[in-house]
């Protein structure tokens, strides 16, 4: 039961993390100004990155017992999503709320950089489990 459990966590994990990032970002810059954009997804970000959080985390234990490799990629994809909720989007905010272009590009890119490595982590943990 456990298993079947984490295989459906990891899926929704996986899922999730897809639409965000290639759905619902696109479609918000594709209908709203991107000021407005810009407001609906930085108040979206927290509750993202505590989706992650939490599905990541949960699957790692559901995991756990059957497929250690797999539970510590989610497990790692949690903890790094808490770095990446408490340290690199202060700073991303920061950056944006006082200009600084360079700066912004830079974490941004990283901060797409470390969400596509958990896709594709989460990807390869769903993949191990069929």
């Known amino acids: 039961m456990t298993l079947?459990?984490?295989?459906?966590?990891?899926?929704?994990?996986?899922g999730g993390m897809t639409l965000f990032?290639?759905?619902?970002?696109?479609?918000?810059?594709k209908t709203l100004p991107v000021a407005e954009a810009r407001k609906v997804i930085r108040a979206s970000f927290p509750h993202f990155y505590l989706f992650v959080i939490g599905a990541s985390a949960?699957?790692?234990l559901l995991l756990l017992w059957h497929d250690l490799s797999g539970a510590l990629l989610l497990a790692a994809i949690a903890g790094t999503t808490v770095w990446a909720r408490q340290g690199l989007?202060?700073?991303?905010?920061?950056?944006?709320?006082?200009?600084?272009?360079?700066?912004?590009?830079?974490l941004h890119g990283l901060s797409v950089?470390?969400?596509?490595l958990h896709i594709v982590a989460a990807g390869y943990t769903l993949v191990r489990l069929i």
């Open 4 to 14: 079947t459990l984490g295989l459906l966590v990891t899926a929704l994990l996986f």
């Open 21 to 29: 990032a290639f759905g619902f970002a696109a479609a918000l810059f």
């Open 113 to 116: 950089g470390v969400t596509l």
């Open 89 to 106: 989007m202060p700073a991303i905010n920061a950056a944006t709320d006082r200009g600084e272009t360079g700066r912004f590009r830079r």
């Open 58 to 60: 949960l699957g790692a």
